[in-house]
């Protein structure tokens, strides 16, 4: 089975940074799907963070727009998330998502798309 595994994740004070990575087990490219982050809190609000599509296009949502950076690496089959100016409402468990298209809605995701167990992001003040 195709799976997503998360790394990077850890605990930082807010302004810092960190770099979120994800990669695939063989036999899919992320550079002919789409790919994105989601971050579920505590609460169990799961929420579209960030995505790249098949073409190169970005989308970020309006809460890290101009702080976090979503990219691709092909050679390493690899998507990353490069978070700056990390703020403590950016805590929570970023979970990669990969696919013909992503959704906004996690569970949808869950079920339509490749899915990833999670990396957790903690943001002191």
């Known amino acids: 089975d195709l799976q997503l595994a998360e790394s990077g994740g850890g605990s930082v004070q807010a302004g810092g940074s960190l770099r979120l990575s994800c990669s695939v087990s063989a036999g899919f490219t992320f550079h002919t799907h789409a790919a994105g982050w989601y971050r579920q809190t505590s609460g169990n609000e799961c929420k579209f963070i960030a995505r790249i599509r098949s073409d190169a296009s970005v989308e970020y949502d309006d809460s890290v727009q101009g702080r976090f950076t979503i990219s691709r690496d092909r050679a390493k089959n690899t998507v990353s998330l490069q978070m700056n100016n990390l703020k403590p409402e950016d805590t929570g468990v970023y979970h990669c998502?990969?696919?013909?298209?992503?959704?906004?809605?996690?569970?949808?995701?869950?079920?339509?798309?490749?899915w990833g167990q999670g990396t957790q992001v903690t943001v002191s003040s």
């Open positions: 998502a990969a696919g013909g298209r992503l959704w906004n809605n996690c569970d949808v995701n869950r079920k339509e798309n490749l």
